[in-house]
């Protein structure tokens, strides 16, 4: 399952003609947290955070997390496009390959609202989220970029770093 979910998210991300958001609602500034579709890996949903929230309180913090997550991906994948192919654009990859994993457990855990699993997902796409962060910033001033892994977030949304990185490096020819 994990190459499955890999190798489409991979090929997807790669193909993919253009930049987009993942989210049509935030949770925060809409009533209702919405993702969008992701052909063949995951399936658009929505629910009412707003209401969610009154009875599991982590929806908060999971809606905040994934809104930037989302900014983030959009951020890279904008970037991406100016790079030439490097080490840079490899761990930038690297990251919407985890973020894009992360919104699929998060729909997962969407369908079936359970505050534990929300609690779980936010502790994990925190950590990604400031990895994530991390790099952006350094590819952007064009530093150098070395960030401590987060290597049990990726196994928790199903990519492990290794693995994310040689389906990169298989996709972009390198060896």
């Given at each position: 399952m994990v190459a499955a979910?890999?190798?489409?998210?991979?090929?997807r991300l790669l193909s993919g003609s253009g930049c987009q958001k993942l989210l049509d609602g935030d949770g925060i500034t809409t009533a209702d947290?919405?993702?969008?579709?992701?052909?063949g890996i995951f399936d658009s949903i929505s629910v009412d955070a707003r209401l969610v929230r009154k009875?599991?309180?982590?929806?908060?913090?999971?809606?905040?997390?994934a809104k930037n997550l989302?900014?983030?991906?959009?951020?890279i994948c904008?970037?991406?496009r100016s790079l030439p192919d490097s080490p840079s654009k490899l761990a930038l990859q690297k990251y919407r390959v985890a973020i894009t994993a992360s919104f699929a457990k998060?729909?997962?855990?969407l369908k079936e609202i359970r505050q534990d699993d929300l609690v779980k997902w936010s502790r994990h796409a925190r950590s990604l989220l400031e990895e994530t962060s991390e790099a952006y910033v350094k590819a952007k001033s064009n530093a150098k970029l070395q960030v401590a892994s987060h290597r049990e977030a990726f196994e928790f949304f199903g990519v492990p770093e290794d693995r994310i990185d040689a389906a990169?490096?298989?996709?972009?020819?390198?060896?």
């Amino acid at each position: 399952m994990v190459a499955a979910l890999l190798n489409v998210i991979v090929s997807r991300l790669l193909s993919g003609s253009g930049c987009q958001k993942l989210l049509d609602g935030d949770g925060i500034t809409t009533a209702d947290l919405s993702v969008r579709s992701m052909q063949g890996i995951f399936d658009s949903i929505s629910v009412d955070a707003r209401l969610v929230r009154k009875s599991i309180p982590a929806i908060g913090e999971a809606c905040s997390i994934a809104k930037n997550l989302d900014e983030y991906q959009f951020l890279i994948c904008s970037l991406i496009r100016s790079l030439p192919d490097s080490p840079s654009k490899l761990a930038l990859q690297k990251y919407r390959v985890a973020i894009t994993a992360s919104f699929a457990k998060l729909v997962t855990s969407l369908k079936e609202i359970r505050q534990d699993d929300l609690v779980k997902w936010s502790r994990h796409a925190r950590s990604l989220l400031e990895e994530t962060s991390e790099a952006y910033v350094k590819a952007k001033s064009n530093a150098k970029l070395q960030v401590a892994s987060h290597r049990e977030a990726f196994e928790f949304f199903g990519v492990p770093e290794d693995r994310i990185d040689a389906a990169l490096k298989a996709a972009y020819g390198i060896a």
